[in-house]
C-alpha cells in the first residue's frame, strides 16, 4: 500500500486537537476526562513522531480520527451519563447508557483497518495471517483496555470504581464490551477482504 502524498493527515490532526481542546475546557468530571486521557497522551504523540518513517494511508488517518473524537465526546461527559444518547437510549427504554458499547464497537470497526494497513507494511503474510491477526491486535487491545482500567479505577479512585467503570449494574460488562469490539473489527475485517478478493477476479 503506497502512501499518498498531501496535507491530509494534518488537517486530520488540527481538526482532532481543535475538538479535543473544545471538549477538554469544562469535562463533566476533570478527573475522570484525565484518567480517560491518558492512553491518548500516549497514543497521539506516537502517531507524530512516526510520522514521517511510517506515514499511514488517508483512510487511516480518517477512521483512526473519528474514533478519537468519539473517545473524546465520552471522556468529556464521561462514558455513562453522554446525554443526547441517553435521550436516544431512553426514548427506546433500554435500562443504560449504551454510548461505551457504541465506542468498542467503533474501536474494532474503525481500528482495525490501521492495524491491518501496519501488519500488511510490515510483515510479509498471506492473507488468512492479514486477515487474522488485526483482528487478535484488536480483541487484546480491548481485552488489555479492560484490564487497565480495572486495576487504574482500584488503584487511584477505588471509592468510585464501580462508577468509573461505567459497569452500570452489568456484571458482564467488561465482556460485551469486548464482544462489541470483536464484532466491529470482524465485519470490518470481512468487507476488507471481500474487497480484495473482488479485485483479485474481475
Same mark, same amino acid.
Given at each position: ?9 494534518? $488537517? ?8 479535543? $481542546? =473544545?471538549?477538554? =475546557? ?9 484518567? &480517560?486521557?491518558?492512553?491518548? $497522551?500516549?497514543? /497521539? ?29 465520552? @471522556?468529556? #461527559?464521561?462514558?455513562?451519563? /453522554? ?11 433500554? *435500562? ?6 457504541? /465506542?468498542? $464497537?467503533?474501536?474494532? =470497526?474503525? !481500528?482495525? #483497518?490501521?492495524?491491518? &494497513? ?26 488489555? #483496555? ?7 479505577? !482500584?488503584? /487511584?479512585?477505588?471509592?468510585? @470504581? ?5 459497569? *452500570? ?10 464482544? !462489541? @469490539?470483536?464484532?466491529?473489527?470482524? %465485519?470490518?475485517? %470481512?468487507?476488507?477482504?471481500?474487497? @480484495? #478478493? ?5
Amino acid at each position: 500500500m503506497k502512501n499518498k502524498p498531501g496535507k491530509y493527515p494534518y $488537517f486530520c490532526l488540527f481538526f482532532y486537537l481543535i475538538i479535543w $481542546f =473544545l471538549l477538554a =475546557l469544562s469535562p463533566r468530571d476533570r478527573f475522570t476526562w484525565f484518567l &480517560e486521557n491518558l492512553l491518548v $497522551f500516549i497514543f /497521539v504523540p506516537s502517531l507524530i513522531f512516526t510520522f514521517k518513517k511510517f506515514r499511514l494511508s488517508n483512510i487511516s488517518y480518517t477512521t483512526i480520527t473519528i474514533f478519537l473524537i468519539l473517545h473524546s465526546i465520552g @471522556a468529556h #461527559y464521561t462514558y455513562s451519563e /453522554v446525554p443526547f444518547v441517553k435521550s436516544i437510549f431512553d426514548f427506546v427504554n433500554f *435500562q443504560r447508557d449504551n454510548y461505551d458499547r457504541l /465506542v468498542h $464497537f467503533s474501536f474494532g =470497526l474503525l !481500528m482495525v #483497518y490501521p492495524a491491518r &494497513e501496519v501488519i500488511t507494511r510490515s510483515l510479509n503474510l498471506n492473507a488468512f495471517w492479514r486477515f487474522y491477526i488485526p483482528l487478535i491486535i484488536i480483541i487484546s487491545s480491548s481485552a488489555s #483496555y479492560e484490564i487497565i482500567e480495572m486495576v487504574t479505577a !482500584m488503584i /487511584v479512585q477505588p471509592e468510585n @470504581a464501580i462508577a468509573w467503570l461505567g459497569i *452500570q449494574g452489568d456484571p458482564f460488562d467488561a465482556e460485551k464490551d469486548m464482544l !462489541m @469490539a470483536a464484532s466491529g473489527a470482524l %465485519i470490518t475485517s %470481512i468487507l476488507s477482504l471481500s474487497k @480484495a #478478493y473482488t479485485k483479485k477476479w474481475h
